[in-house]
T-cell receptor, first 112, second 114 residues
Framework: GQQVMQIPQYQHVQEGEDFTTYCNSS?????IQWYKQRPGGHPVFLIQ?????EVKKQKRLTFQFGEAKKNSSLHITATQTTDVGTYFC????????????FGAGTQVVVTP | NAGVTQTPKFQVLKTGQSMTLQCAQD?????MSWYRQDPGMGLRLIHY???????DQGEVPNGYNVSRSTTEDFPLRLLSAAPSQTSVYFC?????????????FGPGTRLTVL
């Protein structure tokens, strides 16, 4: 069955540095979504990628969907303390329409 | 709009007890789902529904029941709670596009089973 994996599980970043978190699927995905969960909060939608090779930007965040639609990345530039939280990717296979599967998440800690 | 609401926020159960976690949304969303979140394991899909009267199993359905009698409500039932069901439970909803659309999450229910 489909497996969605994220690396790293944990990322410690100095304020102002850049970092990237990766999402890999064992099967081709129909789409990929990214969510952010602040400590003690609930996941909040950030973005969705649908097309092969698609790149989208939200201010300091850059999201990319791989050519084979099996992987995705989130790159954050000039990290700020407001970037603290856990970032999840989620996707589903075309044959499993209803089942949105989440990765385990990357927990980001920012040191001032 | 209140969005997605969940009750209770916290709950402690003894092994073998039953309870229902409530979830409601006021966005007229067709697709609703339940996830559990455990440390290091992300969000795992328990059950989902694509509309009133229609439900299906997710990744980890054992020990949980659901029903969808109205568009607004999607309760999750634990028939006989076990310590392995200690977790944070999130309900989510989205439009008829389901997993192709933004998932709106409720604030969660933190459940402890002793």
């Amino acid at each position: 069955g489909q497996q969605v994996m994220q690396i790293p599980q944990y990322q410690h970043v100095q304020e102002g540095e850049d970092f990237t978190t990766y999402c890999n699927s064992s099967t081709t995905l129909s789409n990929i979504q990214w969510y952010k969960q602040r400590p003690g909060g609930h996941p909040v939608f950030l973005i969705q990628l649908v097309k092969s090779g698609e790149v989208k930007k939200q201010k300091r965040l850059t999201f990319q969907f791989g050519e084979a639609k099996k992987n995705s990345s989130l790159h954050i530039t000039a990290t700020q303390t407001t970037d603290v939280g856990t970032y999840f990717c989620a996707g589903f296979e075309t044959d499993s329409w209803g089942k949105l599967q989440f990765g385990a998440g990357t927990q980001v800690v920012v040191t001032p | 709009n209140a969005g997605v609401t969940q009750t209770p926020k916290f709950q402690v159960l003894k092994t073998g007890q039953s309870m229902t976690l409530q979830c409601a949304q006021d966005m007229n969303h067709e697709y609703m789902s339940w996830y559990r979140q455990d440390p290091g394991m992300g969000l795992r899909l328990i059950h989902y529904s694509v509309g009133a009267g229609i439900t299906d199993q997710g990744e980890v359905p054992n020990g949980y029941n659901v029903s969808r009698s109205t568009t607004e409500d999607f309760p999750l039932r634990l028939l006989s709670a076990a310590p392995s069901q200690t977790s944070v439970y999130f309900c989510a909803s989205s439009s008829v596009a389901g997993p192709r659309d933004t998932q709106y999450f409720g604030p969660g229910t933190r459940l402890t089973v002793l």
